[in-house]
């Protein structure tokens, strides 16, 4: 399968150029970063491109890969539900072609996400720390809050009521934010990159899920999983979750 | 909802009247044990009847429990395929009543072998390391093998082909037992009741579901979740699985 | 050994005369409790006395062991600078007889407070985390405000400077508290007991100290190991790490 | 300080070098590699040299640096008693010069073993568990040997029998190698680098000991603690834990 990665010269660019090179059956035609007019002749015969740029070039990018009836997979983050709508428009008028767009291309993230909302109906407690490395600049992480809420409404459609906690002094916040009644908690260690841990509990059990992100190398087997489905699905995905069998 | 306790005396039996009485909406209306007759008169006007006793009395146990009408939940391990078969056929005589026979109670554990399973399809490797007191007389546990089984199962129906394994030489065995691909680890140490550690591995990400069991009591939120939808699953049930949404 | 324990009906008391019975060369003499009187005769030839009562009895019964010329081995906590002082005045007039005052004989729990101010002289980043049975009132746990004043005070003899932290935005304080330095989390989970890890961070390394705390039993190791110690330790000791080899 | 880097072409010399480049008070005034000469001369004022090679040459290169009355720091392994006997006899000659020989430079690794040999003696469980990346040709790792071995020697010291373990059957070897009466487990795992984890176990409570390496940049930290030390050690210095106050 021929491949055109949009966003080359970005870190993610560069990363996912290298992951198609060493994987058999793909072949890297094309890489075009900014400044390179994304056209039919660009895309160089390319069946999918993978784009991995900025919020705010990414839903132009897009539309124009699309445009050249080439499929599309979208890690940048950023799109609003407007873009997105734009997106399925134009698709509606390219029949057969794929678009999957997902916030997050981490297997192990997805996972995680997925199977704490279904976990969490079972259990009187949950609670999320994530772990970072120090130079993130906001708390908590986008991830733990996204898990935070899928747990909180997980608990909602359940009927389940507040967790178990009888803390009554707690003078310097060690009980971390409270997101929609689950507490997150963030941990910046020097030497981390970027790791989860959502933990549930019921009288005698525990139980855990962690996902823990080394490199951005692991957000290749996503997308890899992205580029061999996406001439299968006609319009427009979103979420690598769609794409998964969980 | 009226409950009898069969297995009254045994430490199951025992955890199992305590969590009845202690849950609202519960009443304890029968304790039967090794000796008591199982009949519509001695259940006491129960609707469903918890049966946690041994495996040369489940069979006869559940059989009478239906006979009489009453819904039945089964904790005893050891079933086999044609006690689950009688079990099934004096079933189909009593409309509208129920049995739910399940190996495993622990919502966590049920809960890590289901994700597990689902898991394994998109991972590289997976390795399961069960950790359990020192007493415990088989390495490795069952819970382990049917995860190891399980995760092997997924892995040929995804077409994935063997771990990456480079290892050479190993003389003293310590990469484990080898079930049917996957590696199983045995932990044995003073102070653990039972625990299970299963963990994926992909290019840059590491993804571990871990399951913590402290105490007997652990069973209960599973057995309460059976009590309450075995009156609304006329026919046999088996496995906890079946009644969660996962 | 003859083996008194004062404050008998107690939790811990229980769960200390039922150690001494089940370890083999200790033999359980007496079993006082409030309204007992503690004198030679109803220590009944105790060589050891283990007290664990409550902070406003603990000082007059360790002060009667003493006076009895028992040894005594104290787990009660609440003790003040003054009660200190007035046992180790009584000692001097007792040559031979020990007393061995601990606030924790939870044997990894004080290897988790030791080893972390060794460790911590030499990671850029350490944070504590704790987990708690939702029971408990206060947060953070008071081992861990001990662990975190331990860490801060290391690195400032080290002369470390302040930890890498670029978080700019935390609206819901998932940073946790942050205790001279070093921030504490505190989870709070239906099932557990007492737990706490700390971790550490170097560039490309993590370290991590975790202590588990599943049963009041943990407490027994410690104790037994003080009762085999205050025979040969004449005076007042203060502090489990006093006798380890740590 | 002025710094040599010998073998600065290889995977950790380039690692050495960058992490010289970037610490404030260190300047990298040479770069030798295999065909350098190793001259007074050539090392270019430096004060200390910092050798990681391979073992055919690490002998050659130390005994030149010291020849040369430069401070030395070796991270190459492979060193015999003879190699050390040698380095040992030319430090005599030399007054002022020291040399630092280490085994393994990563400061959680070091911590992790002296932790492990202190821990051993309060626990009545211990097993080892290393995990690494699938391209490991031995298990177990030499690390986990080592901390294996020096569990088992506390233990003797400590006069503790064997670990209590009731396994019976266990067909495909799950409880994994018999290390002088420690069980070793090693897990490969795609994702992953080089990571240990000790657990102690007593009656109601575990205690755990972790290490994860996820770069060789996590050697730097310990090289970094050898070079600021060596000027002031003269003589030879085997191991970092001697430089270290645990």
Known sequence: MKIA???????????????????????????????????????????????FTRP?????????????????VVGTTGWTDEGLDQVRELLETKPGVGAIIAPNYALSAV???????KAAAYFESAE????????KVDAPSGTALTTAKGIAQARREAGLGPMPDATETDPGGARGANIDGVHVHAVRLRGLTAHEEIVFGNPGEQFTIRTDSFDRESF???????????SGRPGLTYGLDQLMDI
């Open 220 to 230: 290749f087997p996503g997308v890899l999983l992205a580029v061999r489905e996406v």
């Open 128 to 135: 999320v720390i994530e772990l970072h490395h120090p130079n």
């Open 5 to 51: 990665v949009i966003g080359a010269k970005g870190r993610m660019g560069q990363a996912m150029s290298a992951g198609v090179e060493q994987t058999d059956g793909l072949e890297l035609v094309a890489q075009l970063d900014a400044g390179d007019e994304i056209t039919t002749e660009s895309l160089n015969g390319a069946e999918v491109a993978i784009e």
């Open 111 to 117: 996972l995680a996400m997925s199977f704490a909302k």
């Open 56 to 72: 705010d070039s990414t839903l132009k990018n897009t539309l124009a890969v699309i445009g050249a009836g080439v499929h599309c």
